[in-house]
Structure formats: C-alpha cells, structure tokens
T-cell receptor, first 111, second 113 residues
Framework: DGGITQSPKYLFRKEGQNVTLSCEQNLNHDAMYWYRQDPGQGLRLIYYSQIVNDFQKGDIAEGYSVSREKKESFPLTVTSAQKNPTAFYLC??????????FGPGTRLTVL | GENVEQHPSTLSVQEGDSAVIKCTYSDSASNYFPWYKQELGKRPQLIIDIRSNVGEKKDQRIAVTLNKTAKHFSLHITETQPEDSAVYFCAASISPRTDKLIFGTGTRLQVFP
C-alpha cells in the first residue's frame, strides 16, 4: 500500500463548495475504491471502478462524483449536495488474492 | 445484500492476556474474510485473512477461525502487547475478484501494560 498516495492529507471546505480528493496508484491494479469513515464507524463504500472509463455507485454515492480516465488515478469530488461531508476518506486498490490496499487517507472538514 | 456485524465495539485487556473479536455475516455466498488493523489516524492494514475452504488460519500471535454453518468468524490475538492497541475491522466478500468488501463497524482494542 506504499504505492497508493492521497492528497491533500487535510482539506477544509466552505459551505456550498465543491472539492476534489486525489488518489494515485503505481501498483498497476485495475480496481479502485473510495470509502468514507466516520468516527466510531466502519468503512462505507462511496464509488468503485473495476476498469478505466467505468465506475459504479457504492452504498453512499449521493453528493459525490468520480472519474477514471487513467488506470493510475481515481479522483473523488465532494459536491455541495453532500450535506455532511466531514469525514476521513480512504482510497483503496484491489490486488492479488482479493486483498484491498488502502491509501493514507484525506481528512475533510467543513468550516 | 451482505451485512456484517462485529462485537464487541470496545475491548480492554491486560498485557499478556488474549483478545477475541467476533463477526457474523448474512450472505452464505461470502467466501473471503479479511481482518484489518487501523491505528489512530492511519490507514487500515491487512493483518490476516481466511477463505471459506479452511476453518482456521494462524500467523504468529494472530489466528482467525471460520464457522460457515453459523456464518461467523473470529479474530484471536494471544499474548497481547500494548502495540496491539488499535481498531480492528472484519470484512466479508464474494471471491474471486469481488466488487466490494462489506466491513463491520470495528472493535477498539486497548491493551494495558
């Protein structure tokens, strides 16, 4: 999972503002995922992509959007429609043997 | 869809004691069960996983058991150390090349010296 980078580490958003979280990987993995983690809770799937130019909604996709134009990159946009976006966001890739590897995360705070 | 329940939500043990965390799943088709450890502010890291064709797997002080009939699996940590303190998540999925993992809500383990 050292081959997965997320930026920025901390992000502050004003009300009504869209922000984009970056996720890059050099592991040559096809599938990538975005999870949201709230305090005291598990990881909830936002979006996932199994291949370039294709992605599917997860369990909590409302208020989020993604793109997968390159194999290495899977950015997540948190739109103004997401009413409670303050959370820890984790990107992951799927390696061999069904193992998911996580990036270091981005902590988003709404001001 | 799959649902994973995890218990307990918090667990405190004395250093050297054993710790057990239990998870149940709902979808009998699930066949891959990983466990992740997450230290404060860090990313989850895979510590052990098990597939439905085996009942138990060990890696040093860590073991996982699976009961397919009852649809539950457990993480066992023996001879706990303070550095074992973290949040542990179980998960379940349908292999191979499953779309997604379904995670439990996590167990905060505290090991007191």
């Amino acid at each position: 999972d050292g081959g997965i980078t997320q930026s920025p580490k901390y992000l502050f958003r004003k009300e009504g503002q869209n922000v984009t979280l970056s996720c890059e990987q050099n592991l040559n993995h096809d599938a990538m995922y975005w999870y949201r983690q709230d305090p005291g809770q598990g990881l909830r799937l936002i979006y996932y992509s199994q291949i370039v130019n294709d992605f599917q909604k997860g369990d909590i996709a409302e208020g989020y959007s993604v793109s997968r134009e390159k194999k290495e990159s899977f950015p997540l946009t948190v739109t103004s429609a997401q009413k409670n976006p303050t959370a820890f966001y984790l990107c992951a890739t799927l390696g061999r043997g069904d193992t998911q590897y996580f990036g270091p995360g981005t902590r988003l705070t709404v001001l | 869809g799959e649902n994973v329940e995890q218990h307990p939500s918090t667990l405190s043990v004395q250093e050297g004691d054993s710790a057990v965390i239990k998870c149940t799943y709902s979808d009998s088709a699930s066949n891959y069960f990983p466990w992740y450890k997450q230290e404060l502010g860090k990313r989850p890291q895979l510590i052990i996983d098990i597939r439905s064709n085996v009942g138990e797997k060990k890696d040093q002080r860590i073991a996982v058991t699976l009961n397919k009939t009852a649809k539950h699996f457990s993480l066992h940590i023996t001879e706990t150390q303070p550095e074992d303190s973290a949040v542990y998540f179980c998960a379940a999925s349908i292999s191979p090349r499953t779309d997604k993992l379904i995670f439990g809500t996590g167990t905060r383990l505290q090991v007191f010296p």
